[in-house]
DNA sequence: TCGTGATTTGACCAACTGGTCAAAGTGAGG
DNA sequence: CCTCACTTTGACCAGTTGGTCAAATCACGA
């Protein structure tokens, strides 16, 4: 049924999601206009809704694209590993894509910001089935006496905040330590945050 | 030279910056018309352009009446306090006003999201100063002894992140949650999370 | 080389939106 | 009750923007 596309199709496609994430990432969807995301995509207005049926098709392609890229590093946290390792390993490539992905974070945090009208209810459905799979997990480490009590959800709440802050507050960031890079320093001491935070009390 | 403002003014201008508030909090400053603003203060469209020069007058004068307000919480973090005390404390205060103030919350973080245009000069002076200034304190504090080291200002960002969460990415949460209010286990969670990175290692 | 479907575009449109303006209405002090 | 400054509004405008369409151009398999 689906026909296959060609190279050309594909080649546009991809300029102009690339372009709608760059133009969307910086102004939303309602600052952003099909004017800006056609410059910037190198086509014209009328080419861009050849391949895209709106401005809205575009943003929400991107939004579904988008959000498996950004589950995929608490999905990868391994039951079978070792729970403090294991967390802090997530701390540590969610930081990573905070870092590396900027405009991804930006574009899903204004998303949420604004109600999430475009994904409530994949996120009421996936995000959350994924979440609480993942709740259980930390409270089976928490019994095994693995990691100290905690609650699971505010924990990945607290993960998901103090990464992303870096990519969707950058300026504020940069503008309280004048321009020195945070990257490093975050890293060191969301480690020892959640280290501190997670390491079990000598008994 | 400034004329005092009348009865009329007063309550016209306050409803004004109410609805501008509930309107950009939910829209944005593009996404928000002055049609939306006007309806929601119950006066006509060229009224509202009586009090307010044009539609970024009302924004910037939310934003400017907004940031005294954001950080008085951290200003009124007392060096003369017990260390512990006090940093919870702060994080008390910040979560409370995430609870109390969701739409100025947002409306920040919007304004940040997108790359602060309105507030840049403001964040590089005003906020870099306070947060320089309260920086020294945790370092006092730790070279005393009282607070496990720690780098001031990740933990200052570290607390903005984790309490404005709630307000700002409210969908979310409750997306995971299912409907069940946050706010009292966030208190519980933050508290334990900020005391255990600041208690003193036992020696 | 040709024919056909895929691709591209200039011209255009209707809706929306920020903002203006002249005129009408209103109310508090004299 | 009159006046004058303050307040309110209907009508209007110009620029922007999402989207349409018919016609032109292009690319590729036969």
Redesign the pocket.
């Known amino acids: 049924m689906n026909?296959p596309e060609?190279?050309?199709?594909q080649r546009?496609r991809t300029a102009i999601l690339s372009a709608g994430l760059d133009v969307f990432s910086q102004f939303g969807l309602r600052g952003?206009?099909?004017?800006q995301i056609a410059e910037s995509a190198g086509?014209?207005?009328?080419?861009l809704?050849?391949?895209f049926?709106?401005?809205?098709a575009i943003y929400t392609a991107l939004l579904e694209k988008l959000l498996e890229t950004w589950l995929d590093p608490l999905l990868k946290m391994d039951p079978q590993g070792d729970p403090i390792q294991e967390i802090l390993g997530y701390v540590h490539r969610k930081l990573t894509m905070s870092k590396e992905y900027p405009r991804e974070s930006r574009l899903f945090a204004n998303e949420i910001l604004l109600g999430a009208p475009h994904i409530a209810e994949h996120l009421s459905k996936d995000l959350r089935a994924l979440v609480a799979e993942k709740a259980v997990v930390i409270k089976e480490w928490e019994a095994a006496g693995k990691i100290a009590p905690v609650d699971p959800y505010h924990l990945i709440f607290s993960i998901w905040s103090t990464t992303q802050h870096y990519a969707d507050f950058d300026v504020q960031v940069r503008a309280v330590l004048g321009g020195i890079d945070p990257f490093d320093d975050a890293m060191k001491y969301l480690d020892t945050l959640f280290r501190r935070m997670l390491t079990p009390p000598k008994v």
């Open positions: 026909k060609t190279r050309i199709q546009n952003s206009t099909l004017d086509l014209s207005k009328p080419n809704l050849y391949y049926r709106s401005k809205d």
